[in-house]
């Protein structure tokens, strides 16, 4: 990785870009600080510390603290992640926008203004929800009509923003510009976790020496097997080897080339976990904005077993049936999403037009099945992946009461993120510096 570095700060070209992207980041960060007029942050605080889990630890993890703090970047860049999600999902659904992304750069431009208009949109309501929602409880100074505008209006052009500064680093700078706000905004947080950490386990009075030094080997020897452990789980690739045919025309012969088809182990990435915790996180939410949720009933209690702060918690054993919820659903969208993104039989059909075949397995019907089945191994495969890598945070935040806001979803968006930009300036870096053969 330093090397990649080094090799690409010798060029001036992609020099200007890593400034670009490094002075974006800079302005995030600042406007991560810039309070919401208006509002009252000890609220969200207070909110926070009242209710945990997955779904409230995430979204402050996506905004890089920014919610907790109430800035102008409360709603950080998740009304466009979700907007792109919901975007996906509607172009295999409506035939319209599936042949608008068949169109290439053309149909992509309509679809990503469709996708920015969406986000504005999704935005307007999360903040409204957010002003009306909580303002009647604390979160506004003064609860009028003057000050919920002002709210909604300052977070949404907020969102907004962050939005076009993520398309100009996808322009001018280096890697994906979305992706990178959302790591940076989830590595900002890393910091105080880990000091939280520390001073929970390690810093600790009356322990010796040993005790803490042994607290501290085990604490980084966690996060480095999970990091490891993510890379793996990233980097795992089954690929299907495809062979072509043979044509001859004339005395030319055309084909026979020997390909194959990736199928990554985690092929949904972290959708499942997003949809799974976020869904065992809305009746929460709901409740929370009706100031309901803390009494004796049924009710309350089905919504303590979907709080993620009550599992694997040994005073509240009763509630861990939550945890067997979480898995199922995490399993269930894996597949769910992948069905809907991957189609075998497009695949199949593709192969089959170009002259294209898995050897051994015949053209049509047969490579649909050799595909779903395969498919269907890789998708279980990383969904106990993905399961493995998000309990153990779980498990430490409610066995032992460790305060850590980031889970696996955030190693796994960071960890995917770094590899994917480091591979973008290894092939920048390689297209400047290659010479061929007329130059050598």
Same mark, same amino acid.
């Given at each position: 990785?330093?090397?990649?570095?080094?090799?690409?700060?010798k060029?001036?070209?992609?020099?200007?870009?890593l400034?670009?992207?490094?002075?974006?980041?800079? !302005?995030?960060?600042l406007?991560?600080e &810039?309070?919401?007029?208006?509002?009252?942050?000890?609220y969200?605080q207070?909110?926070?510390? $009242?209710?945990t889990?997955?779904?409230?630890? &995430?979204?402050?993890?996506?905004?890089?603290?920014?919610? $907790?703090?109430?800035?102008?970047f409360?709603l950080?860049?998740?009304?466009?992640?979700?907007? @792109?999600?919901? =975007?996906?999902?509607?172009t295999?659904?409506?035939?319209?926008?599936?042949?608008?992304?068949?169109?290439?750069?053309?149909?992509r431009?309509k679809?990503?203004?469709?996708?920015?208009?969406?986000?504005?949109?999704?935005? &307007?309501?999360?903040s409204?929800?957010?002003?009306?929602?909580f303002?009647?409880?604390g979160?506004?100074v003064e609860?009028?009509?003057?000050?919920?505008?002002?709210?909604?209006?300052?977070?949404?052009?907020?969102s907004?923003?962050?939005?076009?500064?993520?398309?100009?680093?996808?322009?001018?700078?280096?890697g994906?510009?979305?992706?990178?706000? &959302?790591?940076?905004?989830?590595?900002?947080? !890393?910091?105080g976790d880990?000091t939280s950490?520390?001073?929970?386990f390690?810093?600790?009075?009356?322990?010796?020496?040993?005790?803490?030094?042994?607290?501290?080997?085990?604490?980084l020897?966690?996060?480095? !097997?999970?990091?490891?452990?993510v890379?793996?789980l /990233?980097?795992?690739?089954?690929?299907?080897?495809?062979?072509?045919?043979?044509?001859v025309?004339?005395?030319?012969?055309?084909?026979?080339?020997?390909s194959?088809?990736?199928?990554?182990?985690?092929?949904a990435?972290?959708?499942?976990?997003?949809?799974?915790? @976020?869904l =065992? /996180?809305?009746?929460?939410?709901?409740?929370?904005? =009706?100031?309901?949720?803390?009494?004796?009933?049924i009710?309350?209690?089905i919504?303590?077993? =979907?709080n993620?702060?009550?599992?694997?918690?040994?005073?509240?054993?009763?509630?861990s049936?939550?945890?067997?919820?979480?898995? !199922?659903?995490t399993?269930?969208?894996a597949?769910?999403?992948? @069905?809907?993104?991957?189609?075998?039989?497009?695949?199949?059909n593709?192969?089959?037009?170009?002259?294209?075949?898995?050897?051994?397995?015949?053209?049509?019907?047969?490579?649909?099945?050799?595909?779903?089945?395969?498919?269907?191994?890789?998708?279980?495969?990383?969904?106990?992946?993905?399961?493995?890598? /998000?309990i153990?945070?779980?498990?430490?935040?409610?066995?032992?009461?460790?305060s850590?806001?980031?889970g696996?979803t955030?190693?796994?968006?960071?960890?995917?993120?770094?590899?994917e930009?480091m591979?973008?300036?290894?092939?920048?870096?390689?297209v400047?510096?290659?010479?061929?053969?007329?130059?050598s």
């Open positions: 990785m330093l090397e990649t570095f080094r090799r690409a700060f060029i001036k070209d992609i020099r200007k870009k400034g670009y992207t490094f002075l974006m980041l800079i !302005v995030i960060r406007g991560s &810039l309070p919401t007029p208006g509002v009252d942050p000890t969200i207070n909110f926070f510390a $009242e209710n889990g997955e779904a409230f630890n &995430l979204f402050n993890a996506f905004t890089g603290g920014s919610f $907790e703090n109430m800035s102008v409360a950080s860049i998740t009304p466009y992640i979700t907007s @792109s999600i919901i =975007m996906q999902l509607l295999i659904a409506i035939p319209q926008l599936e042949e608008m992304r068949k169109e290439g750069e053309d149909g431009k679809i990503t203004a469709i996708t920015r208009y969406l986000t504005v949109g999704l935005a &307007l309501i999360e409204a929800a957010m002003a009306i929602g303002g009647r409880q979160l506004l609860y009028n009509f003057v000050n919920a505008a002002i709210v909604v209006l300052t977070l949404t052009a907020g907004a923003f962050l939005m076009w500064i993520g398309e100009r680093i996808t322009e001018k700078g280096v994906n510009g979305i992706s990178i706000v &959302l790591v940076i905004n989830i590595i900002s947080r !890393v910091p880990m950490l520390f001073k929970q390690v810093f600790v009075e009356g322990k010796s020496l040993a005790s803490r030094g042994l607290a501290a080997l085990i604490i020897a966690i996060i480095i !097997v999970l990091v490891v452990f890379v793996i /990233q980097g795992g690739m089954r690929k299907i080897p495809v062979q072509y045919s043979q044509k025309v004339g005395r030319r012969s055309y084909g026979g080339q020997s194959h088809i990736p199928l990554k182990v985690n092929t990435g972290v959708i499942p976990i997003i949809f799974s915790s @976020s =065992m /996180q809305f009746p929460i939410v709901i409740a929370s904005f =009706m100031g309901k949720g803390e009494g004796t009933g009710g309350a209690e919504l303590r077993g =979907m993620q702060s009550f599992w694997c918690n040994p005073q509240y054993p009763q509630y049936w939550g945890l067997a919820v979480y898995i !199922v659903l399993v269930f969208f597949y769910f999403y992948t @069905s809907i993104t991957f189609n075998p039989m497009e695949i199949a593709n192969m089959k037009k170009n002259g294209g075949f898995i050897p051994g397995i015949r053209p049509g019907k047969p490579t649909v099945e050799y595909l779903r089945k395969i498919l269907n191994y890789i998708i279980f495969i990383g969904a106990c992946g993905l399961i493995l890598i /998000q153990v945070p779980i498990f430490f935040n409610g066995w032992m009461g460790a850590v806001s980031f696996g955030s190693l796994i968006i960071i960890v995917s993120v770094v590899l930009t591979k973008q300036i290894e092939s920048q870096t390689l400047r510096n290659y010479k061929g053969f007329l130059n």
